[in-house]
């Protein structure tokens, strides 16, 4: 123990001896310890965010949607989900705990003079705890809402602003499709919710307007026309989207083919699909450890260049000691004392490198942001363009990256220390105490 | 074990050498540097070996200081057949039992003068604090004690040498080898020199000195001169 203690207080002595020199390889695996950590904190940055906006479509949950078939398969009757499949679902699927269905329809609402075009979302109670919509004011649409068929509705954060500026909706009746609606709550503001790949669409909530969807059924119906220049079209659907809550997690992907299929039954046309969250979390989990893979591999290619100049330094050293081996070993150094030695500086080089890069590496979040703001102040039309995942993303310390970057970069002085150290011992001494 | 000359060397020699050849292969061409020298050195013997260069005096001292094997022969140090030992426990003996001097000093450049004193310690495992108080000794007794915190390049030649003797006895070995020791001095120094291996050499220990000047071999009690590669004469002084 203090033979090791002597060897790298001896190491440390000699590097000193060429302070930019020792500096200088330290820096090289500083840059592949601070890159390691920093790739895999991006990564897992990247992937959490991903993993987030998924989880917030809930793990449990299976969302059916309709889809609109292109126009000319489309028969008279409409298409689409349909308040036939919301029951058949929920009466023939046992895994299936709850079911929230909506109906989704483009509207003007209005309010004495001010009005504007927004979503008109036919839903059920159960809406604002799937979607996470936080109350703000007033109540949410309740059961009696929706059994009695009320003219009842909840405006979203934005939609109140735009039709009561001065605040105190609740109470007040603004007009949807020539009739009134009491609104009776306001929601909290909600970030919009990405879209996940081409299997959902990303949804605003902020010009939402909540009415229960017993009411939209029978005020508003199935059939909404839409005129514009030259073009006359008529859009029968009944139900937008169902998201079915299934009972354990392990069920999910089971019931997913299950409705697949009884779905299938009933439709000829293209017109639903079936997205399932968890299966997403898989294939995110996959796309992040290849993400992962790749970006260690990035790192990795600079951490073998700092050992290669570890290695350079080390031979560089050896030859310009190789009388002082010479002296040492005439003073009774084994070659194994002359290996540790020279094993030891290079070990000494790398794990200074490896705290240091392990400071950087932990320091990468103020960095990244510092980062950020720079180039958002010279760049901004660039940053602009990039996707909002790169502009947004907040790199994530990978816990364990922290011991695998210092074991590496451990392991690189030794690899990289061992043939310069070897070479060094393989001196013979007489040869050596010539040199010079 | 059962070798007698072993049981007998252990009992009246400090070393023997029998009969002990060195071939070098240089350029494809053997170069027969040692041809059959045989020598005791009773303990305590005080030994100049001359011979002009090339004569193998260096060679010699190489195998005598366990830096190198024998081609052929034997070399007993205190009954080990030291010219059969590994590369390790060559150094272990070198380590050890054996001091060495050299012309050109080779101090370490980076280490001041106690730190050079303490090298040897390293590989004798001794770094004891005692081992470490000792070397205060030797440096008080080459007198140095007031310039333990300087490197060599601040030191004189002379001084740098008192280093390097002091170095060599900081294990206490009974044998001392010194290859042209004043080689790099000048007379006064060499005097100096010369008197510190004296008080060695009648502190009982074994000195073998390469030289070429006879002023220096004259100090010595007995002188062996080389010429290829054989002993030419050996002759005790006193």
């Known amino acids: 123990m203090t033979t090791w203690l002597r060897t790298i207080q001896l190491s440390v002595k000699n590097l000193l001896l060429h302070p930019l020199r020792s500096a200088l390889t330290v820096l090289g695996i500083l840059i592949g310890v601070a890159s390691v950590i920093w790739l895999l904190a991006i990564g897992e940055g990247i992937g959490q965010k991903a993993q987030e906006q998924i989880a917030s479509l809930g793990a449990q949950n299976i969302i059916v949607r309709t889809i609109k078939p292109s126009s000319d398969e489309v028969a008279d009757g409409g298409y689409g989900l349909t308040r036939n499949d919301y029951v058949c679902l929920v009466a023939t699927v046992p895994t299936i705990d709850e079911a929230f269905p909506i109906r989704v329809l483009s509207q003007e609402f209005r309010f004495k003079t001010r009005h504007f075009e927004g979503r008109l979302v036919g839903c059920t109670p159960g809406y604002a705890e799937v979607t996470a919509l936080k109350q703000d004011q007033g109540r949410f649409i309740t059961d009696a809402d929706l059994d009695g068929e009320r003219n009842y509705c909840v405006l979203a954060a934005e939609s109140a602003v735009k039709l009561f500026p001065g605040g105190d909706a609740v109470g007040k009746k603004i007009m949807i499709d020539k009739e009134f609606y009491v609104v009776v709550g306001v929601m909290v503001s909600r970030a919009p919710s990405a879209g996940i790949g081409g299997s959902l669409a990303a949804e605003d909530y902020s010009r939402d307007v909540y009415v229960p969807i017993t009411t ?7 059939m909404t026309i839409v005129t514009k220049p030259g073009q006359f079209q008529r859009d029968i659907q009944e139900i937008s989207q169902i998201t079915l809550r299934v009972d354990q997690p392990s069920h999910v992907l089971q019931t997913a083919d299950i409705i697949r299929n009884t779905l299938a039954q009933s439709h000829t046309l293209a017109d639903f699909g079936v997205t399932v969250p968890l299966e997403l979390i898989e294939q995110a989990n996959t796309t992040r450890l290849m993400f992962i893979l ?5 790192a990795a290619v600079s951490l073998v260049v700092g050992g290669i100049g570890i290695m350079n330094i080390m031979l560089a050293t050896v030859t310009e000691r190789t009388h002082e081996i010479g002296i040492r070993r005439a003073l009774g150094a084994k070659r194994g004392d002359i290996t540790r030695q020279f094993l030891a500086e290079s070990t000494v080089l790398s794990v200074a490198g490896g705290m ?9 979040r103020p960095l990244s942001a510092l980062i950020r703001s720079a180039l958002e102040r010279w760049f901004p039309v660039h940053m602009e363009s990039l996707p909002d995942l790169i502009r947004t993303v907040q790199p994530v310390v990978v816990n364990w990256s922290i011991p695998l970057a210092f074991t590496i970069s451990i392991l690189v002085g030794i690899f990289f220390g061992v043939y310069p150290a070897l070479r060094a011992a393989s001196l013979d001494p007489i040869e050596a105490l010539r040199h010079e | 074990m059962a070798d007698p000359l072993t049981m007998l060397g ?11 050849h060195k071939d070098y292969v240089l350029g494809g061409e053997t170069v027969r540097a ?19 260069s090339g004569s193998g005096k260096s060679t010699l001292l190489n195998l005598l200081g366990c830096l190198d094997r024998p081609t052929s022969g034997r070399f007993l140090l205190g009954g080990d057949d030291v010219s059969r030992f590994s590369d390790d426990e060559l150094a272990e003996i070198r380590a050890k039992r054996i001091g060495f ?12 003068v106690l730190e050079n004193i303490e090298v040897p310690l390293y590989y004798s495992g001794r770094r004891t604090p005692r081992a470490r108080r000792q070397c205060l000794e030797l440096a008080e007794k080459v007198g140095l004690g007031d310039r333990l915190d300087h490197r060599p390049a601040q030191l004189s030649g002379g001084q740098q040498q008192r280093v390097a003797i002091a170095r060599s006895l900081v294990n206490d070995p009974r044998f001392i080898l010194a290859d042209e020791p004043t080689g790099n001095l000048d ?18 220990r074994t000195i073998i000195l390469v030289t070429h000047e006879h002023d220096v071999a004259e100090q010595t009690q007995r002188t062996i001169v080389l010429r290829d590669g054989k002993i030419l004469s050996d002759e005790r002084r006193r």
């Open chain 1, 216 to 222: 939209l059924w029978r005020r508003i119906g199935d």
């Open chain 1, 294 to 298: 790749f970006l260690g591999m990035i």
């Open chain 1, 356 to 364: 240091l890069g392990i400071l950087c590496g932990l320091a990468c």
């Open chain 2, 10 to 20: 252990q009992a009246d020699f400090s070393a023997r050498v029998q009969d002990m």
């Open chain 2, 34 to 52: 040692l041809r059959g020298v045989t020598f005791d050195v009773p303990t305590g013997d005080y030994i100049s070996i001359m011979g002009s």
């Open chain 2, 101 to 112: 001097v050299f012309q050109s000093y080779n101090l370490l450049p980076a280490l001041s």
């Open chain 2, 187 to 204: 007379s006064t120094t060499t005097c100096e020199i010369l008197e510190l291996l004296g008080g060695l050499s009648s502190e009982g």
